[in-house]
């Protein structure tokens, strides 16, 4: 997260009853286990969907949940171990459903790109299972975008990448970090925007195979179903808006700021050379290149709105890369997720 100084200072939803019918909400709605799922939760779905999913999900290898899933019609999204290492959580979303599920023991090798995860930058070639090498910086994911050509890539912000004042890449290596180790390598930047326009934007490889999903969704850990995303608003003054940051966390929402923000945008754009639009939110270091959307409809879909850039003034208030220069400058789309 890039920290700018200046003389210049910018100025729950409740868990529900179990559902007749299929609700969206931001929290998961809790169900009755079923078997060895501890735990078994939905939103967006009933629970006679959940448990019937679930039954179908102990009754084979853990390592088999992904086919399990898509025959069922849902579509893994990741996996991940509790932090004893006994159980391990299996989200799936199908539409806009998702279930989190329970089950002991280590889950399948289930991970894949979305919104709002943390990524590793660093100046050699990473390799997974080793150790973060040194000098490398932490950030975040954002959107995925649909290229021309029909090639995706992920969004996250260039200072990232350790842009030198000769336009080269200093930190050209990218991973889907996770912790303690790099996490899923992803390869080299494919393009760094930052080059050739005062956008501070990068795009990367997203994951590719079996078991490496690519979902247009802001993740929201283990505890909380995403926000699906359902297309790209403009940054306009005054709209209410909410970015997620792998140091921050998730929904830090607040507005953009409008006349009063006008002033410190323009010295941005002269002293530091970038396009941004600022807010009233609070951002840390880390969070840089996260995804910056609009508050969440009640069908639980949010749009594109931005990239977390940097932090501005002694109250840290965070601005941001708006997204439509960025695609314009790509000619490139949002990739949403299905209804």
């Given at each position: 997260m890039r920290a700018v100084a200046a003389p210049i200072v910018l100025s729950a939803l409740a868990l529900c009853a179990t559902p007749a019918r299929a609700q969206v909400s931001g929290t998961y709605t809790p169900c009755a286990p079923v078997g060895e799922a501890s735990i078994v939760e939905v939103s967006g779905a009933s629970?006679?969907?959940?448990?019937?999913l679930a039954t179908a999900l102990v009754a084979a290898p853990a390592d088999s949940a992904p086919a399990v899933?898509?025959?069922?019609?849902?579509?893994?999204?990741?996996?991940?171990?509790?932090?004893?290492?006994?159980?391990?959580?299996?989200?799936?979303?199908?539409?806009?459903?998702?279930?989190?599920?329970?089950?002991?023991?280590?889950?399948?090798?289930?991970?894949?790109?979305?919104?709002?995860r943390e990524l590793l930058f660093a100046r050699g070639k990473l390799v997974g299972g080793k150790p973060v090498p040194n000098g490398a910086a932490l950030c975040t994911s954002a959107f995925v975008v649909r290229m021309a050509g029909g090639r995706v890539g992920?969004?996250?912000a260039a200072h990232c990448a350790g842009t030198r004042k000769d336009g080269t890449v200093h930190r050209r290596y990218v991973a889907l970090r996770r912790p303690p180790q790099p996490g899923i390598v992803l390869g080299r930047v494919q393009r760094n925007i930052e080059r050739t326009k005062p956008l501070d934007a990068l795009v990367l490889p997203i994951p590719s195979g079996p078991n490496r999903p690519v979902a247009a969704v802001i993740d929201r850990g283990i505890s909380l179903p995403p926000w699906r995303i359902a297309g790209a608003a403009p940054s306009t003054s005054g709209r209410r808006v909410c970015f997620s940051g792998r140091t921050s966390g998730a929904d830090q929402c607040g507005e953009i700021v409008g006349n009063d923000a006008r002033r410190a945008e323009r010295w941005l754009s002269i002293?530091?050379?970038?396009?941004?639009?600022?807010?009233?939110?609070?951002?840390?270091?880390?969070?840089?290149?996260?995804?910056?959307?609009?508050?969440?409809?009640?069908?639980?879909?949010?749009?594109?709105?931005?990239?977390?850039?940097?932090?501005?003034?002694?109250r840290s208030r965070m601005c941001f890369t708006p997204l439509g220069p960025v695609l314009g400058t790509l000619n490139a789309s949002i990739l949403t997720s299905p209804s």
């Open positions: 629970c006679d969907e959940a448990r019937s899933l898509a025959s069922a019609g849902w579509s893994a999204l990741r996996a991940q171990s509790t932090d004893d290492q006994t159980e391990h959580d299996l989200i799936a979303i199908r539409g806009a459903s998702t279930v989190r599920i329970r089950r002991p023991g280590s889950g399948p090798d289930l991970d894949g790109w979305s919104a709002g992920g969004l996250s002293f530091a050379g970038l396009l941004v639009r600022c807010t009233s939110i609070t951002a840390h270091e880390g969070d840089s290149g996260g995804p910056v959307y609009t508050a969440p409809a009640e069908d639980g879909t949010v749009r594109a709105v931005g990239i977390t850039t940097l932090v501005f003034g002694p």
